[in-house]
């Protein structure tokens, strides 16, 4: 069994957005990890390509899709560059990744992430999180990975300005479908940014595998 009070926990979108889903099932994949996690479908593959597509494009390696892929991502390049067109002149980072320490109470744990692009415009800053293929029945689960994002870029101000980077007072998340072609946006001010502080805490300390009081399966763990 992993002894979680020797290790400095790690708290992703990922797992944060599973325990807030089903505790067990977040104790099971991320701490025991007793079952295996989500396989990926061919749909799954099919984003993971086009998110490389993607980035590639924002590094300025890649003008067109390579030959021979579908139609459905034909299409969704082509709103993809419709989409940035009108913030290609501000800064930006693409599949921006980051490790903040950060103390909950009697516990350091470090927050990690990866955004898959970040826009510093004059009047905030902007994380997009691009789709494809169908997300209907898990939207909220998208929702509660943006807030942690915006929450997290909120930790990372200063840091950012540091780097030469313009400063901002509110974050904008934008959740893009590329395959919809429709986007969905939340903008949170200096107030509420702050007070992400006192709503996340209580389920970063409730994460601790340490303070489960239910008993996960003998027979996994034994297994294990």
């Given at each position: 069994m992993i002894q979680w009070f020797n290790m400095i926990r790690t708290i992703s979108a990922s797992s944060f957005?599973?325990?807030?889903?089903c505790p067990k099932y977040y104790h099971y994949l991320y701490l025991t990890q007793t079952i295996p996690p989500p396989l990926s479908d061919i749909q799954g593959k099919k984003g993971q390509r086009f998110?490389?597509?993607?980035?590639?494009?924002?590094?300025?390696?890649?003008?067109?899709?390579?030959?021979?892929?579908?139609?459905?991502?034909e299409n969704a390049w082509h709103y993809y560059l419709q989409y940035i067109e009108p913030l290609q002149d501000y800064p930006t980072q693409s599949e921006w990744q980051f490790h903040i320490p950060y103390e909950t109470v009697g516990e350091k744990v470090i927050l990690t992430g990866r955004i898959d692009r970040l826009f510093f415009t004059p009047?905030?800053?902007?994380?997009?999180?691009?789709k494809t293929g169908a997300t209907e029945g898990i939207e909220w689960i998208h929702h509660v990975q943006m807030r942690f994002y915006a929450w997290c870029l909120w930790q990372m101000?200063?840091?950012?300005?540091?780097?030469k980077y313009p400063s901002f007072k509110t974050i904008e998340t934008r959740i893009v479908n590329l395959s919809q072609q429709k986007e969905f946006v939340i903008q949170?001010?200096?107030?509420?940014?702050?007070?992400?502080?006192?709503?996340?805490d209580s389920?970063?300390?409730?994460?601790?595998?340490?303070?489960?009081?239910?008993?996960?399966?003998p027979v996994?763990?034994?297994?294990k």
């Amino acid at each position: 069994m992993i002894q979680w009070f020797n290790m400095i926990r790690t708290i992703s979108a990922s797992s944060f957005s599973a325990y807030l889903a089903c505790p067990k099932y977040y104790h099971y994949l991320y701490l025991t990890q007793t079952i295996p996690p989500p396989l990926s479908d061919i749909q799954g593959k099919k984003g993971q390509r086009f998110h490389f597509y993607l980035d590639r494009h924002a590094k300025g390696k890649l003008n067109s899709l390579p030959l021979g892929e579908s139609s459905e991502l034909e299409n969704a390049w082509h709103y993809y560059l419709q989409y940035i067109e009108p913030l290609q002149d501000y800064p930006t980072q693409s599949e921006w990744q980051f490790h903040i320490p950060y103390e909950t109470v009697g516990e350091k744990v470090i927050l990690t992430g990866r955004i898959d692009r970040l826009f510093f415009t004059p009047k905030h800053l902007i994380a997009i999180d691009w789709k494809t293929g169908a997300t209907e029945g898990i939207e909220w689960i998208h929702h509660v990975q943006m807030r942690f994002y915006a929450w997290c870029l909120w930790q990372m101000k200063n840091h950012l300005v540091k780097q030469k980077y313009p400063s901002f007072k509110t974050i904008e998340t934008r959740i893009v479908n590329l395959s919809q072609q429709k986007e969905f946006v939340i903008q949170f001010n200096e107030k509420q940014l702050k007070g992400f502080a006192s709503e996340f805490d209580s389920p970063f300390q409730r994460m601790n595998g340490s303070q489960y009081t239910f008993l996960p399966n003998p027979v996994e763990l034994e297994n294990k």
